[in-house]
């Protein structure tokens, strides 16, 4: 079953409202969650790095006042996307690192929130 | 920085045929090696890794071998079904380094029956 959880799958909001995205960790603790944007066709594109109890480390070229990432717990990380205009829809999705000895460091993806704004 | 190359697409191909996608490297430090596949309308699954030299990851009747003398880690079946067809990426992780994913552009893979 998955391992790490998004929600929601899908959402659809109005251009100038914020949306918030929920990623999970359902069997282990992750202090480093990633976040992803894939366009149509297009390979993912690493927007941030989520650290617990920190701020997030955002990449190059990446708004951190319109994407805003919360790691509150080891468990939970959050993107909002603020005053969401068309261009920001895409496909979200989050990945975390399983630090587990018997883990191999793998890195799991959630399922990907599809985002449509109208 | 470190970078993943793939063999471009799309392939297609016919049931039962083999197939192999080319992954090659560049990282500064050790990386783990992976391969995720998504299908259509869905995110991204892991579908198989290697953490060092020589190690081979394999399943669902895929497999790949991390390569450190060529920096590569192509991916084979030996018999591909319709239901293989999706998109594989090939993605790299430096965890004594940055420990983000990088990912390769993807392949789209399609089996006709």
């Known amino acids: 079953g998955a391992v790490v959880s998004q929600h929601p799958s899908r959402v659809i909001c109005k251009s100038g409202t914020s949306v918030k995205i929920e990623c999970r960790s359902l069997?282990?603790?992750?202090?480093?969650m990633f976040w992803y944007r894939q366009f149509p066709k297009q390979s993912l594109m690493l927007m941030a790095t989520?650290?617990?109890?920190?701020?997030?480390?955002?990449e190059q070229g990446v708004e951190k006042d319109k994407f805003l990432i919360n790691h509150a717990s080891l468990t939970l990380s959050t993107l909002t996307v603020t005053s969401a205009h068309p261009e920001d829809s895409s496909f979200y999705i989050c990945?975390?690192?399983?630090?587990?000895?018997?883990?191999?460091?793998?890195?799991?993806f959630g399922e990907g929130s599809w985002l449509t704004v109208v | 920085g470190d970078s993943v190359t793939q063999m471009e697409g799309p392939v297609t191909l016919s049931e039962e045929a083999f197939l192999t996608i080319n992954c090659t490297y560049t990282?500064?430090?050790?990386?783990?090696l992976f391969w995720y596949v998504q299908y259509p309308g869905e995110g991204l699954q892991l579908l198989l890794k290697?953490?060092?030299?020589?190690d081979k990851g394999s399943n669902k009747g895929f497999e790949a071998t991390y390569r450190k003398e060529t920096t590569s880690f192509h991916l084979e079946k030996g018999s591909v079904q319709v239901s293989d067809s999706a998109v594989y990426f090939c993605?790299?992780?430096?965890?004594?380094?940055?420990?983000?994913?990088?990912f390769g552009q993807g392949t789209r893979l399609t089996i006709n029956p």
């Open positions: 990945s975390a690192r399983d630090p587990g000895r018997n883990s191999g460091n793998t890195i799991y």
């Open positions: 993605a790299l992780v430096d965890l004594q380094g940055a420990q983000k994913l990088v």
């Open positions: 989520s650290n617990e109890g920190s701020k997030a480390t955002y």
């Open positions: 990282a500064t430090g050790y990386p783990s």
């Open positions: 069997d282990f603790q992750a202090t480093t």
């Open positions: 290697a953490t060092k030299a020589d």
